[in-house]
């Protein structure tokens, strides 16, 4: 009885009446309140919504009424007012059908809100008999919303840099950013979205509602371009679409460049564009050039003091955008050197070169007290290098073989410029890191170069180095195309010819029919026994960027073991096969860890595909790009990732190209018992785009 008329005084003396025994429901608590699904705010944080909104509510009814939470239902009762234009208080209320406690409730707010005026609003629960304490009361906070109905207007788009077609035609151009402002007469708009033909797209915000925001954008490529802008006010409403149209000329060409493909016994390297550079005693004009590209030839450096060139003259402005490339060739790489570098107070302003850490050698980058490092620097390899600093971001980047290695650094570049200096860097008592090795090609561009003109720079065309159609035979061997040496077939090996008649024997006794060829008139076949063809030698130099295509069908369904298409020996093993794997359904490219007798062989790369004597055949082909590492399977001109991996150590094979089968412990094995068709070999790596271009009667184009 005592507890009894305690608890009665203490609900009279809080103004909420409820049964003894029963507790009153829990007050709302503000941060269980939303307005349109946005957080309870009044003041300067009112959120701002787009359509009279749904208000929501978390109630609950206290587990001190011993009962479950489901025998506990809640109702809740909301309340919103506003102060209307002649400055009366308009109120409205609704109560919710009865719920769970701890159930989210909810009110959407009648067709009559009004626009443009702030509401406020609470709630509390009723559980019946007993009524919680208004979300307000106490330690608690109204809630605010203001009803937006109406758009933003347009954004007005506008570019210095990339002016609109009818006031200039064609700008200046790939690789120089422009900066677009877009600006909305509203005073509202809190964020812009934006999306450019081609990309990018994403939102920004200006630094205040109504402020106009800019921001910068590289074109990549060069063509008719556009951006589509939306104004985006408080409430989430967009505005209608702007569009902006501009046109980006081609990149600018280099401000200075030597090919650095002089005669021999020149003292001075032509420029192409810019001032000669001058040759030390050390450097030797006529060397040779990278293969598959537009170098035709190259200096050797000899790594002394004597072994540099220089314009004498600054050719980089380091506090802008610019960017260094070349073709490089190190005759060591057991220590730091430069390729190409330029002079400025006491150290160089920047940097391109090789550097030596314990990790071993790198390609890398330097300026302004930041380095990019990355790829692999290979005694007597070619690498094309690009080192780019970005004024607009404040990074640095390098490219190696048209790829970036390593992570952007944040530079700040000091110091005013002075020579610009090829195979040498400054040092505080002389020049240092002197280059051993060959260059070619060295190029400065006073702008972006954005990452296609890097590949395109690096780009060593592929070249064939044999295509064999298989439609002929003479003296057991099938011609190549071009006249270089044939394949030679051995036991269990036949050049078969599409008769072409078209009868069906059913239909004509006298009918003598063949399947159609693979590709063309004829194939070859193997007899799964002994049958294969080889070449007169290794046709690809495997330690090197390379391709091989060929057309292949399976004479079994269910071979009973696996199948060779392609090899290349090695001194002991292979250096690499191409096979089917009947267990696992799979196409296979298999590599051993090193040339030595019995060494293990691991499938480095496969892709599943169920196989069969009937049908077309396949398209297989093989890349391995020696500037990247990486080793590619394709079937029917597809690769994905499970076909792709890294080959850092590719090595040298000896050993002549097979067709049909390769080298199983002492001897030949798994032979190949199907047909094959146009095999073609190259040096280089052909591009994804080309590989589908392999296994025709002629070669892709390789643009």
């Not at 509390?124 to 307000?136: E, L, M, T, V, Y």
Request: net charge negative; hydrophobic share 35%.
């Amino acid at each position: 009885m005592v507890g009894g008329c305690a608890a009665a005084l203490l609900a009279i003396a809080s103004g909420i009446a409820y049964a003894a025994g029963n507790l009153p429901p829990k007050q709302p608590l503000v941060q269980d309140l939303q307005s349109q699904s946005k957080a309870c705010a009044t003041g300067d944080a009112t959120p701002y919504v787009s359509a009279p909104p749904r208000l929501s509510a978390l109630l609950y009814d206290p587990e001190e009424d011993n009962q479950p939470s489901e025998s506990s239902p809640v109702q809740g009762e909301f309340e919103a007012w506003w102060t209307d234009p002649a400055g009366a208080e308009q109120r409205r209320t609704y109560t919710t059908s009865t719920l769970v406690s701890g159930t989210r409730f909810y009110w959407t707010m009648p067709d009559d809100t009004p626009a443009n005026t702030v509401v406020s609003w609470h709630v509390r629960a009723n559980d019946g008999q007993a009524k919680s304490a208004w979300s307000d009361e106490g330690d608690g906070s109204v809630c605010s919303f203001v009803y937006d109905d109406a758009n933003p207007e347009k954004a007005v788009i506008s570019s210095p840099e990339y002016p609109q077609p009818e006031d200039v035609f064609w700008v200046d151009g790939v690789g120089v950013y422009g900066h677009f402002t877009m600006d909305s007469p509203s005073d509202d708009v809190v964020s812009y979205r934006y999306d450019f033909l081609g990309g990018p797209y994403g939102t920004v915000s200006p630094e205040r509602p109504g402020a106009a925001v800019t921001i910068p954008y590289l074109p990549l490529t060069s063509g008719p371009k556009d951006v589509t802008v939306h104004a985006i006010d408080r409430s989430g409403r967009s505005s209608a679409e702007s569009r902006y149209n501009f046109n980006v000329k081609s990149g600018r060409p280099p401000v200075a460049r030597w090919k650095l493909d002089d005669p021999a016994g020149s003292r001075t390297a032509s420029a192409e564009t810019g001032a000669p550079a001058r040759a030390g005693t050390g450097v030797t004009f006529g060397g040779p050039a990278p293969s598959g590209t537009g170098t035709t030839a190259t200096v050797r450096l000899d790594g002394t003091g004597h072994g540099f060139l220089t314009p004498d003259a600054a050719v980089a402005d380091t506090g802008k955008s610019f960017a260094v490339s070349a073709w490089a060739r190190p005759a060591a790489t057991s220590r730091t050197m430069t390729v190409a570098s330029q002079d400025a107070d006491v150290r160089p302003g920047f940097t391109l070169g090789l550097r030596t850490p314990d990790s071993g050698p790198v390609w890398s980058f330097t300026i302004g007290g930041a380095t990019v490092s990355g790829g692999a620097p290979e005694t007597g390899e070619w690498a094309h290098l690009v080192g780019l600093y970005d004024a607009e971001t404040g990074r640095a980047h390098l490219y190696v073989n048209g790829h970036e290695v390593g992570s952007p650094a944040e530079a700040t570049p000091a110091g005013a410029p002075g020579a610009f200096q090829i195979g040498r860097a400054q040092g505080a008592t002389g020049y240092r890191d002197r280059w051993q090795g060959d260059i070619g090609d060295v190029q400065v561009h006073d702008r972006v170069v954005v990452p296609g003109e890097a590949a395109g720079l690096a780009r060593r065309k592929p070249e064939s180095r044999g295509h064999w159609s298989l439609e002929t035979e003479a003296d057991g061997a099938s011609p190549e195309q071009s006249g270089g040496a044939p394949l030679r077939l051995g036991g269990g090996a036949s050049i078969y010819r599409d008769s072409g008649n078209g009868c069906l024997p059913e239909m004509d006794p006298d009918c003598t029919y063949g399947p159609p060829a693979l590709i063309g008139e004829g194939h070859l076949h193997l007899d799964g026994a002994s049958g294969h063809a080889t070449a007169d030698g290794p046709v690809v130099d495997t330690g090197d960027s390379f391709t091989l295509g060929v057309v292949v069908r399976l004479a079994d369904s269910e071979p009973a073991h696996p199948m060779t298409v392609l090899s290349q020996a090695g001194e002991h093993t292979d250096a690499f096969k191409v096979r089917y794997e009947p267990s696992t359904h799979t196409w296979q490219l298999v590599m051993p860890e090193k040339d030595e007798a019995g060494a293990h062989e691991a499938v480095v790369s496969q892709i599943e595909g169920a196989d069969g004597g009937e049908g077309p055949g396949h398209r297989l082909a093989v890349t391995y790009d020696d500037g990247t590492d990486t080793i590619r399977l394709y079937l029917d001109g597809q690769t994905n990732a499970e076909a792709t991996a890294s080959l850092p150590d590719g090595w040298h094979s000896t050993g002549a190209l097979q067709i049909g089968r390769g080298q199983v412990g002492d001897g030949w094995g798994e032979y190949l018992h199907g047909d094959v068709d146009e095999v073609q070999a190259f040096s280089g790596a052909l591009r994804d785009t080309d590989v589908p271009g392999l296994g025709w009667e002629t070669d892709p184009c390789l643009c």
